[in-house]
């Protein structure tokens, strides 16, 4: 056992001096300077299992290529879901001056509440109440950005070993998060054939004692799906047979194009509670000021206090999200004119139909029409292909020879597929379209026995 000696070193007979002044001699000996006992001096520094568990399938695929851009053709990035990177979008002046007043005004440079100031979650509350889904302030919870809102989600209604319900082709940052958390994803199908609908018989087929968690992504990255009414309807039914939650993703919100109508998931139920996720990044075009929220949807206690509790606590984590974004967001949500909503809609909703309209003639691909968000999925008709083993090698080459970048849809566990963003200016878009069809056009090849289809 060791001894530890306490020495103590004042003048006279000052009692508090001598305690000011103590010294604590772990070594079992004098104050002396010497050898003292203790483990041997190893290094042993290694990655937490959360880190090691933390995987990007978009990084670890996008990372792994190799391949060079084809030198002689400038390079056209569609892989990319964020709407500002070629300037063509851009956010109205109304936001911008916004975020100018709120900085100006020097109020808000300090520390806010975890969760927001109770202004700026009053104001989201404000935005989104509806007498289907009411909204108080109380139900708000700010986040850094829309991803730390899905994160906050998951981390207060799943344990490690409980397993939660993710679409397949879906956001590659669900099961990232998830696993690493040590979170058991399970994959339903959403149905190409069917503008991509949930397959409703399989996702239920999933649910088990474990199963905490339904996340419903609508309108869809990376399908740029839209749920109908009745569909979605039809999802509630099956969250509210199985008593499970939903995390709604609904970050598109709104983002849909003018002969189709979006319905917030909330509005349609009063006896499933649902935390739906959002933000300003797609709508107002500002992925990078990192505002998202969490609305809490329980109209009938469900949750209780205890998930409002659990998200509160999760939230003191990082102290919430930028104060100047907070200051400015009663000005963005009051003053955006509709006019800049439609004006950025509207060239969405070109842009798709533009490259709906190249890519379904091209032979070996079948493009599927998006009716919002900023995507449009395309199937590869791989037996055309043979030199290429999967939609990777595919879309690499695509890169190699004609320096046009699409994401793989293996991606999003969805193989065979590649993602198109549609965000880019119209003779982008039709340069795009068009290398992408000569590079099919080169590679085709006729499956054995279609040389009539061949010959159409």
């Not at 003048?11 to 772990?26: A, F, P, T």
């Not at 001056?97 to 520390?111: C, F, R, T, V």
């Not at 409002?308 to 963005?332: W, Y």
């Not at 890519?359 to 037996?383: F, N």
Request: charged share 20%.
């Amino acid at each position: 056992m060791d001894h530890y000696m306490i020495e103590t070193h004042g003048r006279g007979h000052s009692h508090l001096q001598s305690i000011l002044d103590v010294r604590v001699n772990m070594s079992g000996r004098s104050s002396t300077p010497g050898k003292t006992r203790g483990r041997k001096a190893r290094w042993s520094v290694k990655p937490s299992d959360m880190s090691e568990k933390t995987f990007n399938p978009i990084r670890a695929i996008v990372d792994s290529m190799k391949v060079k851009p084809n030198p002689n053709k400038t390079t056209i990035s569609l892989s990319i879901g964020d709407p500002t990177v070629f300037g063509n979008l851009s956010t109205d002046p109304e936001v911008t001056q916004a975020m100018k007043d709120a900085l100006d005004s020097g109020k808000y440079n300090g520390y806010a509440p975890s969760i927001g100031y109770l202004s700026s979650r009053e104001e989201v509350a404000s935005y989104y109440h509806c007498p289907e889904a009411p909204l108080e302030a109380k139900d708000v919870i700010l986040t850094s950005g829309c991803s730390q809102a899905i994160e906050l989600c998951l981390a207060v209604l799943a344990n490690p070993g409980q397993n939660i319900l993710v679409p397949r082709p879906g956001f590659s940052l669900y099961k990232t998060l998830a696993e690493s958390m040590g979170i058991e994803v399970k994959l339903y199908n959403l149905l190409p054939e069917k503008s991509w609908e949930i397959d409703l018989k399989q996702m239920e087929s999933l649910i088990d004692e474990k199963t905490v968690c339904l996340i419903v992504n609508n309108p869809s990255n990376p399908c740029g799906s839209v749920f109908s009414k009745s569909h979605l309807q039809k999802i509630l039914e099956v969250a509210a047979r199985q008593c499970v939650p939903i995390l709604a993703d609904e970050i598109y919100g709104d983002m849909v194009f003018a002969d189709c109508k979006y319905e917030p998931l909330a509005t349609l139920s009063t006896s499933v509670p649902i935390l739906t996720c959002g933000g300003l990044a797609k709508h107002w075009l500002v992925p990078g000021w990192r505002m998202g929220w969490i609305l809490i949807h329980d109209r009938r206690d469900i949750f209780g206090n205890e998930i409002r509790d659990g998200l509160v606590k999760l939230s003191q984590r990082i102290l919430g999200p930028c104060t100047i974004v907070q200051g400015a967001l009663k000005s963005i949500l009051r003053r955006t004119p509709q006019e800049f909503y439609h004006n950025t809609l509207s060239f969405l909703k070109s842009n798709a139909d533009l490259c709906y309209g190249a890519l379904a003639s091209v032979p070996g691909l079948h493009p599927v029409r998006p009716s919002g968000a900023m995507y449009l999925m395309v199937g590869i008709e791989m037996e055309h292909f043979p030199e290429f083993e999967n939609d990777v090698e595919f879309t690499e080459r695509l890169v190699a020879e004609q320096s046009v970048h699409c994401l793989p849809a293996t991606c999003f566990e969805y193989p065979n597929f590649f993602r198109v963003v549609i965000t880019v200016p119209e003779v982008v878009m039709l340069e795009a379209c068009s290398r992408i069809q000569e590079f099919c056009e080169q590679h085709y090849h006729c499956a054995e026995g279609s040389q009539e289809e061949c010959d159409k």
